[in-house]
């Protein structure tokens, strides 16, 4: 498709609306729908070329546990708006990928081309760190790491291993991100990038003014990004954002000795000779986010030595849970740690046991360890995905009744969110022998006239699909 169009094109929008339709979290139309996604396409690229298209009013709001009690609200935009808002942002996204600073990653779920180019700086880290010995200590399987590059614990051990022992880490983050975005910098930034585009842009930020109707009384929005469901629209925008920050504070850690700079999504990490010299990188990286109008999140600063930072990661646990023949021995330093207060990943390592404990049913005891560990709390539960709340039952010694426990929590959460995983969790597991009668209870347990707006959606539109 030529420069200046929207990506309305079903080659290129082929993945996304199959992901739409079949991997959202709610299912964003019916299987008619589905079948008619080619021509409903072609006419939403006549609405948006003729200037017919105008956002609709969001489905709904979805409210997910951001920790300390604490909700995110998430929109969910109907079928068309998701299909205008990913070519839009198709048209930018090659050139905004150019103009990002290495060392800089944005946590992306789906494809586009700066996931690719950050894919290739990452091989690159695996490479150089097999070559120099550093590699990932199991070198026990490096093409693993290669295939599943995008996670920041890898790509922090990789980007930081020449950090000599006596080094100091500073981690931070930005308060209220994506709700702190100037949509105005942002578009005059887009536009620098990108010139040539000039329609899509336009029509990118009449739909970031405009999607939250309902709640601005039709004033337009000229502050902050939708954390939308899909994800990977808005952090391509919010990576763009960063840019001019990513590069002063990389030319600033490059300008300084043996300091080293890396960004995945909003999460920052420094390390630098010695605490003071962290500080001093801190206190800059807060000038130039001051520019753009943001602000350092003061309750997420640590400061870390070598051996702390290590600790605190768990990379030599997260390294042994690579690999189904490393699995044992991962899950035994994993329970080791799991009370040790210098270990603040251990969620994160237990998730990523449990979808390799799913294909090891000979280690009846390390299954049976971390599903009592997960069913002990209903915090580690209602932040489980679809796929993870899966792999739950099937690693139970009596799959129905954790089915029937998570059902349980979800049905009492005070949030949507896992209320909606666990409804895609038993279209998962409805096929699994012994579980199609507990998978058909779901949704009673979930609805009623009394149901949160956006689990009723869900609902509706999976019976749907499944018609």
């Keep these: ?255 300084v000795s043996a300091t080293r700079y890396m960004r995945y999504a909003d999460d920052m990490v420094i390390s630098a000779p010695s605490q003071r010299d962290c500080e001093r990188m801190l206190l800059f990286a807060a000038e130039e986010l001051n520019r753009l109008g943001l602000n350092i999140n003061v309750s997420k600063v640590k400061y870390l030595r070598r051996a702390e930072f290590n600790a605190y990661w768990g990379f030599d646990v997260m390294t042994a849970l690579e690999t189904k023949a490393t699995l044992a021995h991962g899950v035994r330093l994993l329970r080791e740690r799991w009370d040790d207060g210098a270990y603040h990943r251990r969620d994160t390592a237990a998730r990523r046991a449990l979808g390799l404990l799913t294909q090891r049913p000979d280690l009846q005891g390390e299954r049976a360890w971390l599903h009592e560990q997960l069913m002990a709390g209903t915090g580690q539960l209602v932040a489980l995905s679809e796929r993870q709340m899966a792999a739950l039952v099937l690693i139970a010694a009596r799959p129905r009744q954790a089915l029937a426990r998570l059902t349980e929590v979800a049905a009492s959460a005070d949030y949507s969110s896992p209320k909606l995983r666990l409804i895609r969790c038993a279209e998962m597991l409805q096929d699994t022998p012994g579980l199609k009668a507990a998978c058909l209870r779901v949704p009673g347990a979930l609805g009623g006239e009394d149901a949160d707006p956006a689990v009723r959606q869900a609902l509706q539109r999976s019976s749907a699909w499944r018609r």
């Design 1 to 255: 498709m030529p420069a200046g169009q929207v990506r309305l094109d079903y080659a290129t929008q082929k993945e996304f609306l199959e992901h739409l339709f079949k991997g959202c979290l709610i299912r964003l139309g019916s299987r008619r729908e589905y079948s008619e996604r080619r021509r409903r396409l072609s006419q939403l690229d006549l609405d948006v070329r003729s200037g017919d298209y105008t956002p609709y009013p969001t489905l709904a709001l979805l409210s997910a546990p951001k920790g300390m009690g604490v909700p995110r609200f998430i929109p969910v935009f109907t079928l068309r708006d998701y299909a205008v808002f990913f070519g839009c942002v198709r048209a930018i996204d090659e050139q905004l990928a150019e103009n990002a600073t290495p060392g800089t990653f944005g946590g992306w779920s789906l494809g586009g081309a700066r996931r690719r180019a950050e894919g290739i700086q990452a091989k690159t880290f695996i490479k150089e760190a097999v070559d120099d010995y550093y590699g990932p200590p199991s070198a026990y399987n490096p093409a693993a790491w290669v295939k599943n590059w995008n996670e920041f614990w890898k790509l922090l051990l990789l980007g930081f291993r020449e950090a000599d022992d006596d080094s100091c880490f500073v981690m931070f983050d930005v308060a209220n991100f994506y709700d702190s975005i100037d949509l105005t910098r942002l578009e005059r930034q887009i536009r620098d990038i990108c010139p040539g585009e000039n329609l899509p842009i336009e029509v990118l930020f009449f739909l970031l003014g405009a999607w939250n109707n309902r709640q601005t009384s039709y004033s337009r929005s000229s502050k902050g990004l939708p954390q939308d469901v899909i994800g990977d629209c808005s952090r391509v925008l919010a990576n763009g954002y960063l840019i001019p920050y990513d590069r002063a504070v990389r030319a600033r850690a490059e300008a």
